[in-house]
T-cell receptor, first 113, second 112 residues
Framework: DAGVIQSPRHEVTEMGQEVTLRCKPI?????LFWYRQTMMRGLELLIY????????DSGMPEDRFSAKMPNASFSTLKIQPSEPRDSAVYFC???????????FGPGTRLTVL | GESVGLHLPTLSVQEGDNSIINCAYS??????FIWYKQESGKGPQFIID?????DKRQGQRVTVLLNKTVKHLSLQIAATQPGDSAVYFC???????????FGSGTRLSIRP
């Protein structure tokens, strides 16, 4: 198995632009998680899905952030409009069930200028 | 408040020695704890976990100890190798129906 796949690996954009991060979970995994990692705040859970349904989005910072999971093999995290404080590494992780071991992707390093 | 933290932000260890990484947690209701390893440029990788009904669990070269009395978790790495260089995170889960909360991480560096 290829593991969790994220794209792009790096994204540099200007303030105000829309950013879309993509994730393909491990085949057969029912749960998908989006995390953000910064030096100041560490690793934060933004949202997680189970069977393509958002279960807990309490970590989503504000309305500028949205996440979707249209099918079992694909999810997106969108930021619109982006701001410099959104600069971080965004990780996607998947697990068989919500509270099983999570497997992380390589992350997307986002820089908003 | 509920938090997961680390005693030492950085740890330098001689190659071949044992490493001990510590973690304090504040939620006495937490029932499940996990250690993750994150190498530079990569996502966190599961190392070992332990449930609150245990006080010790061993894996390959790693041991996790849980002291619920003082709310303390530690990760012991035997015969530390250069490949062990990484940031190590402890994480806790409050119950089987809650999300996992990550600590701030400890960087482990290996001296040759």
């Amino acid at each position: 198995d290829a593991g969790v796949i994220q794209s792009p690996r790096h994204e540099v954009t200007e303030m105000g632009q829309e950013v879309t991060l993509r994730c393909k979970p491990i085949s057969g995994h029912n749960s998908l998680f989006w995390y953000r990692q910064t030096m100041m705040r560490g690793l934060e859970l933004l949202i997680y899905f189970n069977n393509n349904v958002p279960i807990d989005d309490s970590g989503m910072p504000e309305d500028r952030f949205s996440a979707k999971m249209p099918n079992a093999s694909f999810s997106t995290l969108k930021i619109q409009p982006s701001e410099p404080r959104d600069s971080a590494v965004y990780f996607c992780a998947s697990s068989l069930q919500p509270f099983d071991e999570q497997f992380f992707g390589p992350g997307t390093r986002l820089t908003v200028l | 408040g509920e938090s997961v933290g680390l005693h030492l932000p950085t740890l330098s260890v001689q190659e071949g020695d044992n490493s001990i990484i510590n973690c304090a947690y504040s939620n006495s209701a937490s029932d499940y704890f996990i250690w993750y390893k994150q190498e530079s440029g990569k996502g966190p990788q599961f190392i070992i976990d332990i449930r609150s009904n245990m006080d010790k669990r061993q894996g390959q070269r790693v041991t996790v100890l849980l002291n619920k009395t003082v709310k303390h978790l530690s990760l012991q790495i035997a015969a530390t190798q250069p490949g062990d260089s990484a940031v190590y995170f402890c994480a806790e889960r409050y119950s089987s129906a809650s999300k996992i909360i990550f600590g701030s991480g400890t960087r482990l560096s290996i001296r040759p």
